[in-house]
Nanobody
C-alpha cells in the first residue's frame, strides 16, 4: 500500500505563492503517474495537474497554466506543486494522488488509486 501525505497549504493573499508537497511512503513513486486535484466547497473534485514517471511530461487544467508547476523528486519519493499568482478561486482542499494504471497525462480522478488526505489552500482577496 502507498500512503500519501500533503503539506504546505495555508492562507495566502491573492497574488501570493505556496508550494505544496506530497510525501509518499510504503512504495516508491518512480513507477507511478502522480497527480494533483482540488475540491472547493460544494463542488466536484477537479483535476489540477499531473506528471509522468520521470517528470518530463506534465499536464495542467487550463485555469492554472502558467501559474502552477508540478514537479517530482523520485529519490525523495516526493511530488510538488508550486503555485504562483494565486487567486481566490484557487481556494480548495488540494489532494495528491498516484496512479499505476496509466502512463502519463491522466486527468480523471478514476485513474488514480491512491490519495492523500488533502491540504487546505485559502486565498484571500
Amino acid at each position: 500500500q502507498m500512503q500519501l501525505v500533503e503539506s504546505g497549504g495555508g492562507l495566502v493573499q491573492a497574488g501570493g505563492s505556496l508550494r505544496l508537497s506530497c510525501a509518499a511512503s510504503g512504495r516508491t513513486i518512480s513507477r507511478y503517474v502522480m497527480g494533483w486535484f482540488r475540491q472547493a466547497p460544494g463542488k466536484e473534485r477537479e483535476f489540477v495537474a499531473t506528471i509522468s514517471w520521470t517528470g518530463d511530461l506534465t499536464r495542467y487544467v487550463e485555469s492554472v497554466k502558467g501559474r502552477f508547476t508540478c514537479s517530482r523528486d523520485n529519490a525523495k519519493n516526493t511530488v510538488y506543486l508550486q503555485m504562483n499568482s494565486l487567486k481566490p478561486e484557487d481556494t480548495a482542499v488540494y489532494y495528491c494522488a498516484a496512479s499505476s494504471t496509466v502512463l502519463a497525462g491522466a486527468s480523471s480522478r478514476w485513474d488514480y488509486g491512491y490519495w492523500g488526505q488533502g491540504t487546505q489552500v485559502t486565498v484571500s482577496s
